[in-house]
């Protein structure tokens, strides 16, 4: 089993640059993703809120994306855990023919 690539030296040191850095540059509020903008206001200094800033990987680990700074991007700990490691697809509805669609099926 491949070792997880989050906690790594090189993630930490570049996470905390990236977020220091962001902080610096006066970003206040979450920039979101692609398809999925957030201006949730960030909270720089406490972990594992909803808003916590947190560094993303831009390119997903398991894509050979890696921890390099320019690989990594502030956003709040909602989008990061909704956005995930960029395999997670929309749930799409059902379309109409998987269902009956005349009630037949329930007259009994
Ligand atoms: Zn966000």
Redesign the pocket.
Known sequence: MAASRTGTATYLRNRRRVLTQARADGLTH???YVG?P???ELDWDTPLLP?SAEADHIVPPKFGGTDNIDNLTP??R???VTKGDGTRVPIEAPTAEDFPVTRDWFAG
């Open positions: 979450c920039p979101g999925h957030c201006g949730r808003n956003l709040c909602a989008c990061n």
